[in-house]
């Protein structure tokens, strides 16, 4: 006879990982893995393969939650980002990038929940199109379709470059000192000439309305943000992995935020992502003196 525990157990962080990437919610995701183990707890005893289950049991329970997500993203207050998902920064990260990027789950937003589904299952968890159509009740030939649409928009998402941990470290730590001192040449410098910023205060905390593009428009946003928000000294962020990418928890005026921060191909800063929805940084514990 199974033990369903030890089933569940060793499929858990697969199934964390799943819902995350469906739900871009750290705190949903977790529900979701909790609504699995009790359809678990009641599956017959006969299931043949509990970590197959267990994985398609999750997609189904995600994408039940992720009609209303969408519904309520509609009304969102200002850019949407998903809530931060934190690795420590002293070994590499367990989720690659190119998977959990901001990126990527943003384009994941863009595709229909069962595209998403269908994705998620065969590119990224390895399930084949029969165990797909099984888990979302289509045809094998429905879900090959979905997957190629899927992959179309999704082609140019994930970065394409990585920074080694000792690079992350010195670049998270020179721009978080410029911002504090307001230097707007270094700032400048660091920045790619396209650099996109988006903010994510969910109309609770104040942030952009609109992502700003361009590095004059990003640098007018940076003039000033430290003392508006009082940013901690460089030596007081809890540098860490954020959905992959180089970033530091700290705190402010008002409370937790993170910044993640993707580069290009010449270590230039393309993107920078803050999130400052209190919503979203509840699982996150204050930063100082972490």
């Known amino acids: 006879m199974m033990d369903r525990t030890a089933e569940f157990q060793e499929a858990r962080p697969r199934l964390q990982r799943l819902a995350y990437r469906m739900l871009g919610s750290v705190a949903e995701a977790e ?21 197959a289950w267990l994985l398609q049991a999750t997609a189904r329970l995600a994408l039940d939650r992720l009609k209303s997500a969408r519904a ?27 998977d959990v990027s901001v990126a990527f789950l943003l384009a994941l937003e863009r595709l229909s929940p069962l595209e998403r589904a269908v994705f998620l299952l065969h ?29 179309d928009h999704l082609r140019d998402a994930r970065p394409r470059f990585t920074v080694p941990q000792e690079q992350a470290s010195r670049l998270v730590t ?14 400048a410098s660091m920045l790619a000439e396209d650099a996109v910023l988006v903010s994510d205060g969910g109309g609770k905390r104040p942030a952009a309305l609109r992502p700003l593009v361009g590095r004059e428009d990003v640098l007018k946003l940076l003039a000033g943000v430290a003392h508006r928000w ?3 000294p460089p030596e007081e962020l809890r540098l860490a992995w954020i959905n992959g ?8 005026s008002d409370g937790v935020q993170t910044i993640a921060f993707e580069p290009d191909e010449t270590g230039r800063l393309a993107a920078i992502y803050i999130v400052r929805n ?13």
């Open 174 to 187: 020179a721009f978080m000192r410029a911002v504090r001192s307001d230097d707007p040449q270094a700032l």
């Open 123 to 151: 590119e990224v968890f390895d399930q084949d199109y029969a165990e797909v159509a099984a888990a979302l009740g289509r045809s094998e030939a429905a879900c090959r379709q979905l997957a190629a649409r899927a992959r």
């Open 31 to 51: 529900d979701v893995v909790q609504d699995a183990w009790m359809r678990w707890s009641r599956a017959p005893d006969d299931v043949r393969a509990p970590a």
């Open 245 to 252: 990418l180089p970033g530091a928890v700290f705190d402010t």
């Open 72 to 98: 309520r993203r509609e009304t969102y207050v200002g850019p949407w980002l998903p809530e931060p998902l934190i690795e420590p920064f002293t070994v590499d990260p367990v989720e690659r990038a190119e």
């Open 278 to 290: 209190p919503d979203k940084l509840a699982h996150l514990p204050a930063a100082a003196g972490a």
């Open 230 to 232: 009082a940013l901690p």
